[in-house]
């Protein structure tokens, strides 16, 4: 029987709160019903009422070389074959570590986890023991999985949703959690002077990319890299985004910073669920079985999760120069709609991530993030779907560009982007293949 994404939608609202598995996936945010994906291949996803989109979702970030790449496809196929799941350690946990810890230095040592949620609640766990210390600092707007203590002031779909602070979290779960703002070094200044040893580490979103995408400013993450060492306390980046995302060593190889801890996701798993936390040994070395900070997983490192995430660097790894081309084209697709909507948008851009927010602000953090207009972002939104270009339904998540994207596509992408707006104005640009 001929299945629609609506009818789909019907029968899945009765049995998944929202009909969803994921908030943000319901499109609440731009009024109207999901579509349902039925498959995806390279630049393209295709949902059960036959539509073809660009999709600039890529998953949420996973998808940097394009949706069911042939080798990482054929890799998981063999690995299935020897066995789902053991419990018991195999090489290719060994593989991708090494691997890991060969584009990001900083990892001295790592632990695979299944989400994002799972890794930052864990390297947080870590910095705990480390430390001694029970606090912890994170911005506004940023979002490091939905764990209860740091679903406070998050960004993402409790953003849009108007819902920053989540209900079920006891209001003792969150006290450690201290908020400072992005861009705003007075801000963490301010919260160590008064409880600096107290404060365990500073997370952050290296380039928030859940608010939308905003740019760390010049200057921003080396302060906090020195107000860490100044009171002893611990700098975790985030790179659950960033990671082999902005470059193989991820933020902190793009801003040569180093932190303490690093958490990945998303990219790291090649589309499978898949995580990982590590840093600086002496820390790594108090998580158990070494030494007193339990954590666990059943599923963790699983066989064909770290074939799927080998296979995906092994690629990233063969073509370094992927980076610059990624970087070159969604730098031209943000130029193009600068000349398209003008002052009326303010288009945030680094590598492949970019946000178009529908304010004329300059946005740098949580505030100037949330002055964009969300009603007109809808209103692009539903126009590009209908247009055949898939992007994030919601302003405050970021637009993924991917290997796969072809010139064609992106030049597409550029034309319809600016035939949408009203003052039409012509742009000329030629992407790389
Ligand atoms: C997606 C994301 C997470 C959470 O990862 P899940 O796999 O969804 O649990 C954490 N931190 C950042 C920066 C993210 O973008």
């Known amino acids: 029987m001929y299945k ?22 319901a499109f609440q945010a731009v009024s109207r019903n999901p579509v349902f994906i039925d498959h ?20 949420w970030g996973p998808g940097i070389l394009g949706h069911a790449k042939e ?11 020897k066995g789902l799941t053991f419990g018991a350690p195999t090489e290719k946990e060994y593989i991708l570590a090494e691997m890991v810890q060969e584009m990001i230095p900083s990892i001295e040592m790592l632990r695979l986890v299944n989400s994002g949620t799972e890794a930052v609640m864990s390297a947080i766990r870590a ?29 993402s779909g409790a953003l849009t ?8 979290v006891p209001e003792d779960y969150t006290r450690n959690t201290l908020i400072a703002e ?14 600096g040893k107290e404060i365990a580490a500073i997370i952050v979103e290296p380039v928030a990319a859940n608010m939308g995408v905003v740019l760390p400013e010049a200057g921003f993450l080396q302060a906090l890299r020195n107000i860490a060492d100044q009171y002893q306390a611990l700098l975790i980046f985030d790179e659950v985004i960033t990671g082999f995302r902005l470059a193989l060593g991820g933020a902190q190889e793009y801003f040569q910073i180093k932190p ?21 040994k002496e820390i790594m070395e108090t998580v158990a079985p070494l030494g007193g900070v339990y954590q666990a997983g059943t599923l963790s490192g699983n066989p064909i999760a770290t074939t799927a995430g080998i296979e995906t660097l092994k690629i990233l790894r063969e073509q370094p120069e992927l980076y610059e081309q990624l970087e070159k084209n969604t730098n031209k697709l943000a130029d193009a709609i600068r000349n398209a909507f003008g002052d009326k948008v303010c288009v945030n851009q680094i590598g492949s991530l970019m946000s178009v927010f529908f304010t004329e602000k300059k946005v740098i953090d949580y505030a100037t993030a949330v002055s964009s207009d969300t009603r007109q972002y809808a209103a ?33 992408t550029a034309k319809i982007i600016t035939s949408a707006c009203s003052g039409e104005r012509k742009t000329s640009i030629s992407f790389c293949d």
């Not at 898949?274 to 600086?280: E, F, I, L, Q, S």
């Open 380 to 412: 692009y939104f539903n126009s590009m779907l209908e247009k055949g270009i898939y992007l994030a339904p919601s302003q405050f998540e970021a637009m993924f560009v991917s290997a796969a994207h072809t010139k064609e596509d992106l030049q597409k």
């Open 4 to 25: 629609t994404s609506d009818d789909l939608f019907e029968k899945s609202k009765k049995l998944m709160p929202g009909g969803v598995n994921s908030p943000v996936r």
């Open 182 to 195: 992005y861009n705003d070094i007075g801000s963490v200044e301010g919260l160590f002077e008064k409880e």
């Open 260 to 280: 303490d801890l690093t958490t990945l996701g998303k990219i790291i798993g090649g589309g499978m669920p898949m995580a990982a936390y590590g840093g600086r």
């Open 127 to 155: 910095a705990r023991g480390f430390t001694g210390r029970d606090k912890v600092v994170k911005f506004r707007g940023c979002y490091h999985g939905h764990s209860d203590g740091l679903l406070v002031k998050a960004g």
């Open 161 to 168: 949703q108007s819902v920053p602070d989540s209900l079920g």
């Open 71 to 81: 080798q990482v496809v054929r890799a998981v196929q063999e690995s299935c074959e």
């Open 40 to 59: 995806a291949k390279g630049s393209k996803i295709y949902d059960v009422d036959g539509n073809e989109y660009i999709d600039y979702v890529c998953s």
